[in-house]
């Protein structure tokens, strides 16, 4: 019993920085690894960033390695996804979740879009 709610999305130029954050609750919700997955339109939606909650080891997709940085506050138990250097190409609709993820744990994601 996972619950995550994201935030933080927006509109920018090409080379600006947005900072996504993931609320997590639930009983369950230090037991999974914490992922940010997005979506473009016309695309299949794919992994960015994970990261556990014990020990903060964190992975990215190529795609965004160097640009993109997730990080954890335990305490507030919030997942940031701060993405710098951004890219039209980065246009997509952000979700996070356990990762792997879990199956009816989506929610609504939140919208970056990048302007050339």
């Known amino acids: 019993q996972v619950q995550l709610v994201e935030s933080g999305g927006g509109s920018v130029q090409a080379g600006g920085s947005l900072r996504l954050s993931c609320v997590v609750s639930?009983?369950?919700?230090?037991?999974?690894?914490v992922g940010w997955f997005r979506q473009a339109p016309g695309k299949e939606r794919e992994f960015v960033a994970g990261i556990t909650w014990s020990g903060g080891t964190t992975y990215y997709a190529d795609s965004v390695k160097g640009r993109f940085t997730i990080s954890r506050d335990n305490v507030k138990m919030t997942v940031y996804l701060q993405m710098n250097t951004l890219k039209p190409e980065d246009t997509a609709v952000y979700y996070c979740?356990?990762?792997?993820?879990?199956?009816?744990?989506w929610g609504q994601g939140t919208q970056v879009t990048v302007s050339s």
């Open positions: 979740n356990a990762d792997p993820p879990l199956p009816r744990t």
């Open positions: 639930g009983r369950a919700a230090t037991m999974y690894a």
